[in-house]
């Protein structure tokens, strides 16, 4: 899966690169105090592209930072309580395995 990862990123960067070069025009662009820069236009797709995607990377990070911390926070045996009715977990993590008791031959 890492590898058809890095090929369509690969392709995608490939493709980027084609289109930056064919369409290297300066646009006129209006900052939000109306001063008009101009800024090539793949500067500009580059540019609006990290701004909606760096967000999202962001929270994702701290989403996934968050998860981890709760699935240490169970998977910690001392933390785990069993419900009414379960039986307490051993130290192992896992319900204790109950021992047959002896049974006398039907026979004797």
């Known amino acids: 899966m890492t590898i058809l990862r890095w090929i369509l990123v690969t392709a995608s960067l490939v493709a980027f690169l084609l289109l930056a070069v064919a369409n ?3 646009v006129p662009f209006r900052l939000p105090d109306g001063v008009i820069v101009s800024i ?15 967000p999202t990377w962001l929270f994702h990070l ?8 709760k699935l240490a926070k ?9 419900p009414p009715g379960l039986p307490p977990l051993s130290p192992s993590g896992l319900p204790s395995q109950a ?10």
């Open 24 to 26: 290297w025009t300066p």
């Open 40 to 54: 090539h236009l793949p500067m500009l797709l580059a540019a609006a592209f990290a701004a909606g995607w760096l």
């Open 62 to 69: 701290g989403a996934k930072a968050n998860w981890k911390r």
């Open 74 to 82: 169970y998977e910690r045996v001392g933390d785990f309580v069993a």
């Open 99 to 108: 021992q047959p008791g002896i049974v006398p031959p039907a026979g004797a």
